[in-house]
T-cell receptor, first 110, second 114 residues
Framework: QKEVEQNSGPLSVPEGAIASLNCTYSDRVSQSFFWYRQYSGKSPELIMSIYSNGDKEDGRFTAQLNKASQYVSLLIRDSQPSDSATYLCAVMEYGNKLVFGAGTILRVKS | ETGVTQSPTHLIKTRGQQVTLRCSSQSGHNTVSWYQQALGQGPQFIFQYYREEENGRGNFPPRFSGLQFPNYSSELNVNALELDDSALYLC?????????????FGPGTRLTVT
């Protein structure tokens, strides 16, 4: 099975700072990439999808994709304590199957 | 728009028993995927159902089986439960045949096997 790697963290940032979350993947043919947020004891919530190289912005979130480097990142601007959660990177394999990383724990300190 | 729902929320079973988990897809979606999430890990793909047929399977043994119904809802069945089957079981719905590949998760079923 193809792999998706994330730093497990925790990543600690002060309130108002930019949080940068990174993900690398092994399957060169992957075309679809996703970021999910998961609060403790809850299910994953889709926050961003990205299919093309470059940046995609949605509110305080920016996803960045570099297929040549097999690298996906998520930037969270003006981080809030409510952003504290585990962030899961997911890559879609052939057959619309999502392969997830183990997640990065983000802690935003007020 | 109705989101993805799952039942039951929590379940406790004994090793060797069988369990059935249920999922209703989001309105307008025709595909259901099931995932298993162990504590501290990312979700692992079990299988996907589209047009009432299994449409891809992960590295799970045959005692994990499923169904999809004409209304696109789905069941996950697990026979001969093992202690390692204790996990959060997630279903995700999506719309196959579109250019949107996003999958949306339900709240999950927490299964504990003792």
């Amino acid at each position: 099975q193809k792999e998706v790697e994330q730093n497990s963290g925790p990543l600690s940032v002060p309130e108002g700072a930019i949080a940068s979350l990174n993900c690398t993947y092994s399957d060169r043919v992957s075309q679809s990439f996703f970021w999910y947020r998961q609060y403790s004891g809850k299910s994953p919530e889709l926050i961003m999808s990205i299919y093309s190289n470059g940046d995609k912005e949605d509110g305080r979130f920016t996803a960045q994709l570099n297929k040549a480097s097999q690298y996906v990142s998520l930037l969270i601007r003006d981080s809030q304590p409510s952003d504290s959660a585990t962030y899961l990177c997911a890559v879609m394999e052939y057959g619309n199957k999502l392969v997830f990383g183990a997640g990065t724990i983000l802690r935003v300190k007020s | 728009e109705t989101g993805v729902t799952q039942s039951p929320t929590h379940l406790i079973k004994t090793r060797g028993q069988q369990v059935t988990l249920r999922c209703s897809s989001q309105s307008g979606h025709n595909t259901v995927s099931w995932y298993q999430q162990a504590l501290g890990q990312g979700p692992q793909f079990i299988f996907q159902y589209y047009r009432e047929e299994e449409n891809g399977r992960g590295n799970f043994p045959p005692r994990f089986s499923g169904l999809q119904f004409p209304n696109y809802s789905s069941e996950l069945n697990v026979n001969a439960l093992e202690l390692d089957d204790s996990a959060l079981y997630l279903c995700a719905s999506s719309l196959s045949g579109s250019s949107n590949y996003e999958q949306y998760f339900g709240p999950g079923t927490r299964l504990t096997v003792t």
